[in-house]
């Protein structure tokens, strides 16, 4: 630690710089009681880096008296009870008790050039409310998310399976609130549910499940939950669902083949990718997947929803592939221009061309993703994933649609 960076944790821990000028010395003040007289005292972080060169010729060159007590911490101070309020975080505790909701701000940093907030910040969103949510619940160990039941059995949450439906996007400085909680899934899983919703209107944007197992940290192995973790997180457990599922049965996605028709190779996990757990962050994979996806399409179209189901963790060593294969297989339906793709609505459907007239259309298309392993004798699965888009919606003018423009589709 240089004499400055010495100087300013000193300073930030309400300790104040003396300067001497008689003795030519550098001396600390502790708790208001000053360890030598003096004439100056340094009370603004100006003064403090104007007299840096100071105090680092001081230091060598003179005595200097540091101070030998332990200096108080700068870092977190995780609660071992819960907390109802969290104001650093502007969270609180809800749903009698055991949700949690927090207000958050779109930042300019969260926003792509059209000035809404990417998926990549969602999906960050939701991790940083679930981590919160435990930190707030007095539960959290020294692990990323994991209780002090399952620090000291060596167990790390990891995801299985996730599922975002996104209705509307956020804007750059909008207000937003971040709804989460947990619930049982199965005997040794746990669901955690999200919304996000407007602050001012109350209108619910995104909507997002998750289901979460356990794996021994040191075999990499999946485990059963403990009874004593299950005791400490089965009080929170809240039977409720974000999102309701067709029939309670989780969508199946298939798993593509080597001759997808959109594929990057030699993907490498960058240090900055990986998460305390050691393996690649699950946002990571969302950002392979949607990379191989045509430029031209994504400017034309907007991600409605995308489920991800997970199969192995990826580590900073591994080479990945990732391939997407559009659910229309001719990829014509992808290509065709909005007043063409509204003509071909109203065929398959027996309309006249005149129902859509000066209306908004919004049309549903779909991708299949898969991340993999490769270098090895055979690849392995990272995580399955599909995506369903819509096209940026578009009002047709009347003129569009003309018995002349069906004619011209039609041939």
Not at 289 to 303: S, Y
Not at 345 to 371: A, D, M, W
Request: with cysteine.
């Amino acid at each position: 630690m240089t004499s400055l960076q010495h100087f300013q944790t000193l300073f930030s821990s309400k300790y104040y710089c003396i300067r001497n000028p008689n003795e030519q010395n550098l001396s600390i003040k502790v708790n208001g009681i000053s360890r030598l007289p003096s004439s100056l005292i340094v009370t603004s972080m100006r003064k403090v880096l104007k007299t840096s060169s100071y105090i680092a010729r001081a230091t060598m060159a003179t005595k200097v008296a540091y101070v030998n007590e332990t200096l108080p911490s700068a870092r977190q101070n995780i609660p071992t009870k819960k907390q109802l309020v969290d104001p650093v975080r502007q969270g609180v505790i809800i749903e009698g008790g055991v949700g949690y909701r927090q207000t958050v701000v779109i930042r300019s940093y969260e926003v792509g050039a059209d000035k809404t907030a990417t998926l990549e910040s969602i999906l960050n969103l939701l991790q940083e409310t679930a981590l919160n949510h435990v930190w707030v619940s007095g539960l959290l160990g020294d692990g990323f998310g994991a209780t002090h039941g399952m620090v000291r059995n060596k167990l790390i949450w990891v995801v299985t399976r996730m599922q975002v439906q996104m209705d509307q996007y956020p804007i750059w400085g909008e207000v937003m609130e971040v709804e989460t909680w947990v619930g049982a899934s199965g005997k040794n899983g746990m669901r955690r549910d999200w919304l996000i919703r407007s602050q001012a209107t109350g209108l619910v944007y995104a909507r997002a499940t998750s289901t979460w197992v356990m794996m021994n940290q040191e075999t990499r192995r999946l485990s059963k939950m403990p009874e004593e973790v299950r005791a400490e997180i089965s009080p929170w457990f809240i039977d409720k669902k974000a999102i309701q599922e067709n029939n309670n049965t989780p969508e199946t996605i298939k798993k593509l083949e080597n001759n997808a028709r959109y594929m990057k190779h030699n993907l490498k996990p960058k240090r900055s990718d990986l998460d305390m757990n050691q393996h690649v962050n699950n946002v990571k994979y969302v950002k392979w997947m949607l990379e191989t996806i045509p430029e031209v399409f994504l400017e034309r179209h907007q991600l409605s929803s995308i489920t991800l189901e997970y199969r192995r963790e990826c580590g900073s060593s591994d080479t990945v592939q990732s391939l997407s294969e559009p659910d229309d297989k001719d990829g014509m339906f992808m290509e065709r221009t909005e007043e063409e793709s509204c003509i071909k609505i109203c065929r398959e459907n027996s309309l006249p061309v005149e129902v859509l007239q000066g209306k908004s259309i919004k049309f549903t298309l779909s991708y299949t993703h898969l991340l993999q392993i490769t270098g090895l004798s055979k690849s392995q699965e990272i995580v399955r994933g599909r995506t369903t888009w819509l096209r940026k919606i578009t009002t047709f003018p009347i003129p569009y649609l003309t018995s002349h423009n069906v004619q011209r589709i039609m041939l």
